[in-house]
């Protein structure tokens, strides 16, 4: 393989406390330098000079639907969309047909990411078997197939027995637990934030105490087990305030946000566009703030996109009978500069943390760093650049997102993966 040099950018690498021009070899897929002045002879070079050199994003939440769903996304696509969005780490989740619940399933799943994807794939498998909530997956053995989490997503562990059984499981086999928060009983079949908005549309509401009550509760039992828990998306002011102070009480407990829930709030949803139906829905400006507040004070850890493609029959339907969820990963960033760094509540080693290096660190993979011998996973951005979001430029098999039409600021012009140039804007 060759070397790859990226010449005079501005390289962002907190886990180094690296923010200055360098340049950054690659050499046989893996970092070899990252100094200022590097020669290197019969490397290919890209001049990045007003641009940002960051490690490549890892996305802790992603659904691509393979196998069962592939008229919605596949390894394929889902994984050309992360790169375009310069992602080159994803945590597929596992609420596919059938669900990634056994080591069959997870061996299946591993040819076709071995076959098809054109980023790293890293597994998250059920903690039940068929995401049912009844009979956990046997962890032991999904560990040693190197799984990197286990998560029910798309629904939570009511018995809160076997919610403590998974988590004992968890550590005892070094294994993440992600929950999805939300007690069914309380969501009640709701479709948008419970307020005054979903009172004027006549629709059901999602209660915050449903997501809440169920993040007071993983963290209590994760205490009891011993263990880590992370909590998934979360999206409203008590959840930030409960795990803010868990963290303060010592609690091993972490939690992701994603992009819409930081830049969008309830009134998105009034004129009753699908693509703004999301679980957890948008919530109030108070619930904004407080995540954006979360966000800056290091309460909420990590970004991830909730990635959840869905095709047109299924979006542009009734609201109440459409699907929840919206794509992510080729607008993550650019929300992030746009909604976040631009209005100061990161700088680009804040967001280069909650988007590459603290995902990392919490799933335990050696991503998220421009580390002298790590795999060479690299983005390039124009943090300057404005574009639109426009469904005809989405690579993404569905176009379900909640950013379409606005304009972004920020573009990804290379995004290197192993020491290979996968996407560019050149190429
Ligand atoms: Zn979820």
């Known amino acids: 393989?060759?070397?790859?040099?990226?010449?005079?950018?501005?390289?962002?690498?907190?886990?180094?406390?690296?923010?200055?021009?360098?340049?950054?070899?690659?050499?046989?897929?893996?970092?070899?330098?990252?100094?200022?002045?590097?020669?290197?002879?019969?490397?290919?070079?890209?001049?990045?000079?007003?641009?940002?050199?960051?490690?490549?994003?890892?996305?802790?939440?992603?659904?691509l639907r393979e196998p069962g769903r592939e008229d919605k996304e596949t390894v394929a696509s889902g994984t050309k969309a992360a790169l375009k969005g310069g992602v080159t780490s994803v945590l597929a989740m596992p609420n596919t047909t059938p669900s990634i619940d056994s080591a069959e399933n997870v061996s299946f799943l591993k040819e076709i990411i071995k076959s098809t994807a054109s980023a790293n794939v890293f597994i998250a498998a059920a903690i039940t078997k068929g995401r049912e909530g009844k009979e956990l997956t046997d962890i032991a053995e999904l560990k040693k197939l190197?799984?990197?989490?286990?998560?029910?997503?798309?629904?939570?562990?009511?018995?809160?027995?076997?919610?403590?059984?998974?988590?004992?499981?968890?550590k005892a086999n070094g294994m993440l637990a992600?929950?999805?928060?939300?007690?069914?009983?309380l969501s009640n079949h709701g479709c948008v934030n419970s307020g005054i908005i979903s009172t004027r549309m006549g629709l059901k509401g999602i209660s915050r105490e449903s997501e809440y009550k169920?993040?007071?509760?993983?963290?209590?039992?994760?205490?009891?087990?011993?263990?880590a828990v992370h909590i998934a998306h979360i999206s409203c002011r008590e959840s930030v305030e409960m795990i803010r102070r868990a963290k303060k009480n010592g609690a091993k407990v972490t939690c992701d946000v994603t992009p819409h829930h930081f830049s969008l709030t309830e009134e998105a949803v009034l004129g009753f566009d699908a693509n703004f139906k999301m679980n957890p829905p948008l919530r109030s400006k108070e619930d904004v703030?407080?995540?954006?507040?979360?966000?800056?004070?290091?309460?909420?850890?990590?970004?991830?996109?909730?990635?959840?493609?869905?095709?047109?029959?299924?979006?542009?339907?009734?609201?109440?009978?459409?699907?929840?969820?919206?794509?992510?990963?080729?607008?993550?960033?650019a929300a992030a500069i746009t909604e976040l760094l631009d209005q100061g509540i990161l700088d680009w080693p804040g967001l280069v943390e909650k988007m590459a290096l603290n995902p990392a660190r919490i799933l335990g993979i050696d991503k998220g760093t421009l580390s002298i011998g790590r795999d060479a996973d690299i983005v390039i951005v124009d943090p300057d650049k404005a574009w639109i979001v426009r469904r005809e430029g989405l690579v993404s098999k569905s176009k379900n997102c909640a950013f379409l039409g606005r304009e972004l600021k920020g573009a990804v012009e290379y995004t290197i993966c192993s020491g290979k140039v996968a996407y560019g804007i050149h190429s």
Do not use: Q
């Not at 992600?178 to 009983?185: S, Y």
């Open 1 to 63: 393989m060759g070397k790859l040099l990226i010449k005079n950018g501005r390289v962002v690498d907190p886990a180094n406390k690296v923010d200055a021009v360098r340049d950054v070899l690659a050499e046989n897929g893996r970092i070899a330098g990252v100094a200022e002045n590097i020669r290197a002879n019969s490397a290919k070079v890209i001049d990045a000079a007003g641009k940002i050199v960051l490690p490549g994003l890892v996305d802790m939440h992603v659904h």
């Open 214 to 227: 169920r993040v007071e509760r993983d963290i209590d039992l994760a205490a009891k087990a011993g263990s």
């Open 178 to 185: 992600i929950c999805h928060c939300e007690d069914k009983k």
């Open 289 to 333: 703030s407080a995540i954006r507040e979360g966000l800056r004070d290091g309460t909420i850890d990590a970004i991830a996109s909730d990635h959840a493609p869905h095709t047109e029959n299924e979006k542009e339907i009734e609201f109440e009978r459409a699907e929840f969820g919206v794509i992510g990963l080729e607008t993550e960033l």
């Open 146 to 170: 190197g799984i990197a989490a286990i998560t029910d997503d798309g629904s939570s562990l009511d018995p809160d027995k076997l919610m403590l059984e998974a988590l004992k499981k968890a």
